[in-house]
């Protein structure tokens, strides 16, 4: 019986832990939720990416198929609205959504493109109802908009809540493994930005590019994304960015623009979002920022109004009196606010509309109190609403614009197809080339002895590369995947080197450390040799070649501490 040394004992360990890490579950079926839009009722419910789905509203789900299926009864059928305005009167077909909001004096604002309707019309009558205000206007709106029931079954829990058809949620496949797949094996789209700017481009205007709009994707409700800087050798910094799910349009539309945040009463702007403007906005402060009343205007309809403080600047606190100083005051029950309201655009875009308390008139006041409502079936559905709703403008408010332009470059959209494709050529080509060398290994030295260990060997460093990979999260995509081939193809070297050193000569006297010692010498001069030469990769072609260059380095790094010693050991206790 062979005996096995130490060095053979550690790489046993480390295949322990690197399955541990990965956690292989190749049998794994069904799917999962992969990510919920912050703004949609599941994620008011606590719904959490990685449950498990298995029924919604009964129906078992299996398959990607089924759960479109189920989802898609969810969309109510399309209806026809008649609006009356201070125009007349105006019939068309809406689905989940009216396709327009109000302001405070229910005059017409954010009116979808395809709406017949334009802005600035004073609104009447919903279906012959009289409109009174803007709760008024919301009451109707809750009852005319159909809204599903949504019983969804996880793993963790069961939920439910009422959805107009827009749930919020994404599924994917369950996960067989804990390794991260790049957007060449799961599809998606990658952009590469290049920042316009007549100064250059510093590391940290990168970050600030980054830090924006990271929080305005997930305004945004984008899942699964990665955002990293990038350089390439003359030293010109880049954004790349990878969407996974997300279409070449749906990118393209998002990240075209600046991202220029204003607050407008009427046409002028008071204030733009970011540090110059708003230095300070309270956030997960229950003294500044509370969820004031919750109340139920009937069994279906429940509101909770938030409230929340910011600080502006000298500056925007001079120009926000000069404007109110000019309003009217306008009186609603008990309430009385200024006659225009306080409009917040993202992108030229409507996100909400904010009522002006008529102590504001005229003020010269840095510290300002937005306020806003979330509505839902319920008082607790209403409640988890607004907070989402005041989380959501925070951001939006705190983010403010990019501080430079951005130019796309290069976009490349991959579809999940392919991505399966590359997989299965991957292990194809893997099993081939490890047969293909035991074929040649044999050839040479007629001993199976040599073969074996050999293949052992390349197959445990590529498990240990993908347990390095799972434990550190980063992307196994194309590039990745070359460079653990490099990897193997070199550990094959090093190895056909041991074997080469152990086996020939062997009249003469020479003892196994000596020939160990002569392979590794071969071994750590070209062990330098590649980690140098995979150094210059990392920042060629603005980075896309970085995991090829840092899987290429750990796998031969974890060859030559891990596996080649152990191949070393293994081979003296066969021939010895």
């Given amino acids: 019986m062979v005996k096995l040394g130490g060095r053979v004992w550690v790489l046993i360990v480390f295949l322990f832990l690197a399955l541990l890490v990965i956690d292989p579950s190749p049998i794994s079926t069904g799917i999962e939720i ?88 004073k609104l009447l009558k919903i279906n012959n109802e009289v409109v009174e205000d803007v709760e008024g206007f919301n009451r109707i709106i809750s009852k005319l908009i159909t809204k599903n029931k949504f019983i969804l079954k996880t793993n963790k829990a069961d939920y439910a809540f009422l959805t107009t058809g827009d749930h919020g949620i994404t599924a994917r496949k369950a996960k067989t493994s804990n390794i991260e797949k790049g957007l060449e ?46 350089k390439d050798l003359d030293g010109t ?8 799910g997300a279409t070449r349009e749906e990118v393209k539309e998002l990240i075209s623009k600046q991202g220029v945040f204003e607050a407008k009463i009427g046409e002028e702007t008071v204030f733009e979002g970011g540090k110059k403007d708003i230095p300070y906005v309270c956030r997960d402060d229950g003294s500044c920022a509370v969820i004031e009343s919750c109340n139920t205007q009937s069994p ?125 050529n991957a292990f194809l080509a893997g099993f081939l080339a490890l047969f293909v060398v035991g074929i040649v290994v044999y050839i040479r030295y ?15 460093e590529v498990i240990l590369i993908l347990g390095f990979a799972a434990l550190f999260k980063w992307n196994l995509d194309l590039a990745a995947i070359a460079g653990i081939i490099a990897a193997v193809g070199t550990g094959i070297d090093d190895q056909i080197i041991i074997a080469d050193e152990v086996l020939k000569q062997r009249i003469r006297v020479l003892n196994w450390k000596e020939k160990i010692k002569r392979a590794f010498f071969i071994i750590f001069s070209a062990y330098a040799t590649t980690v140098v030469a995979m150094l210059p990769l990392m920042f060629a072609g603005a980075g896309l070649l970085k995991q090829f260059a840092i899987t290429t380095i750990a796998g031969v790094t974890i060859g030559v501490l891990i596996t080649r010693p152990a191949f070393a050991s293994i081979v003296e206790k066969l021939l010895d």
Avoid: W
Wanted: aromatic content about 6%.
């Fill in 446 to 460: 007629r001993k199976f002895k040599i073969i074996l260990p050999m293949a052992f060997t390349s197959v445990s």
């Fill in 237 to 244: 910094r880049f954004v790349l960015i990878e969407i996974a």
């Fill in 34 to 121: 992969r990510s919920i839009d912050s703004n949609s009722p599941a994620f008011a419910e606590g719904i959490k990416p990685g449950e498990k789905i298995l029924e919604i509203n009964g129906v078992k789900i299996n398959e990607l198929i089924d759960f479109k299926t189920e989802t898609d009864k969810l969309i109510p059928l399309s209806q026809e609205v008649e609006i009356t305005t201070s125009e007349g009167i105006t019939k068309y077909e809406i689905v989940s959504s009216i396709g327009f909001k109000v302001d405070s004096n229910l005059t017409i604002i954010a009116a979808d493109s395809e709406n017949p309707l334009e802005n600035g019309l």
């Fill in 300 to 424: 279906e309809v429940a509101y909770c109004n938030f409230r929340f403080a910011i600080t502006l600047s000298a500056d925007a606190a001079k120009k926000h009196a000069e404007i109110t100083d000019k309003l009217e005051i306008n009186y609603s029950g008990t309430n009385a606010y200024l006659s225009k309201p306080l409009d917040l655009y993202l992108d030229g875009k409507l996100v909400d509309t904010l009522l002006i308390s008529e102590s504001l008139k005229g003020e010269e006041t840095t510290q300002i109190s937005i306020s806003g409502s979330g509505n839902g079936a319920t008082e607790e559905i209403a409640y988890n609403d607004a907070i989402a709703g005041m989380n959501n403008l925070q951001t939006v408010l705190i983010t403010g614009s990019l501080p430079h332009k951005l130019e796309i470059v290069k976009m490349d959209t991959i579809s999940p197809m392919m991505g399966k494709a590359f997989i299965k």
């Fill in 185 to 230: 094996l799961q599809g998606g789209t990658r952009v590469m930005l290049k920042p316009i700017s007549e100064e250059p481009v510093s590391a940290e205007d990168i970050n600030n590019i980054i830090d924006v709009m990271h929080k305005r994707m997930n305004i945004y409700g984008l899942a699964d994304i990665k955002i990293r800087p990038a």
